[in-house]
């Protein structure tokens, strides 16, 4: 089981996923994350969400408005279960990052990511992302090896390691030129 690290939630267990292939994101990530970016009254957006434990994280740290966002059946099964046993509101839907973006209308405060490690899903959601300036503030977990390309309508503000994985804390940048520039692993 993962567990809620802050928040009026702290120490709530969620459910994980049941599948060798979904990675999570760490507790000690998590605390790192929602020290850095405050969620308190902001919409916050979950891609790849896997057990929704970040949102439902986000939503215990104050956010107002929380969605989350896999493919996965299974998935989004498991971070409906989750929210519903912690009673909290967090609209989860089932579809393609890519879909999803191509279709919404809302804008975020926050969007988190966490895609596939190596599969090249990060610069291209960050590419959609610019596109449809979705966020003025997007946050990327990664893994530290994997070389992402982070288009110009974006600046790097943070960029952390934590084991094999890395977040980066990108905001918007309204003056610049959608031209691209590349993150080199450390």
Request: with cysteine; charged share 30%.
């Amino acid at each position: 089981m993962l567990q809620i690290t802050g928040g009026s939630l702290r120490g709530r267990k969620v459910e994980p996923v049941p599948d060798p292939r979904t990675r999570y994101t760490s507790s000690m990530v998590r605390q790192a994350l929602f020290s850095m970016i405050d969620v308190s009254d902001k919409s916050f957006l979950e891609l790849f969400c896997g057990s929704a434990v970040v949102s439902i994280e986000a939503i215990s740290r104050g956010a107002r408005r929380a969605v989350a966002v896999d493919v996965s059946k299974l998935a989004v099964q498991i971070a409906r279960k989750n929210a519903h046993r912690l009673g909290v509101d967090l609209t989860v839907l089932c579809m393609d990052y890519r879909r999803f973006l191509e279709k919404n209308m809302e804008r975020f405060d926050v969007v988190f990511l966490d895609p596939p490690y190596d599969l090249g899903f990060v610069s291209e959601a960050l590419k959609l992302l610019a596109e449809k300036d979705v966020a003025e503030t997007i946050v990327v977990e990664k893994s530290k090896r994997e070389k992402v390309t982070i288009p110009d309508r974006f600046e790097l503000i943070r960029q952390r390691t934590y084991g094999d994985s890395e977040l980066l804390i990108l905001r918007r940048s309204p003056a610049l030129e959608p031209e691209s520039k590349e993150v080199h692993p450390v």
